[in-house]
């Protein structure tokens, strides 16, 4: 079965399995705890998870991810998620980053080349 969804609880009591989209794509897959784990995971996940509220802390407001999506027809040459995210670096913007890889671990974020390899 394959589920789409932006709601992350329903993922984590239903699927073993995780793809994140941005833009079109996969950039990040792996398993559940893979991606749950939340100590490792592309910048856009990362901003995904620090959306949902914390029902054992009042606050006022979420924590949303700067900027807007890019107009699908006019998607930057490197990295599609390069204009919104907080670890950008100079590559991002010139070239689209490849999968890395740590056991079933994928994400596609230059962080990781150094980190993980292919």
């Not at 079965?1 to 990040?28: F, K, N, P, W």
């Not at 407001?61 to 670096?89: H, S």
């Amino acid at each position: 079965m394959i589920l789409i969804t932006h709601d992350l609880g329903i993922v984590v009591e239903i699927c073993t399995r995780v793809a994140v989209i941005y833009s079109g794509q996969i950039i990040e897959m792996g398993t559940i705890e893979d991606v749950y784990a939340k100590t490792n995971n592309h910048p856009y996940t990362e901003g995904l998870f620090k959306c949902i509220p914390n029902l054992e802390t009042e606050s006022a407001r979420l924590t949303p991810i700067r900027g807007n999506m890019a107009n699908p027809e006019e998607l930057p040459v490197g990295c599609k998620f390069c204009d919104r995210c907080d670890y950008r670096l100079d590559i991002c913007a010139e070239t689209e980053p490849d999968f890395y890889t740590n056991g079933s671990h994928r994400i596609k974020c230059h962080l990781y080349k150094d980190k993980w390899g292919k």
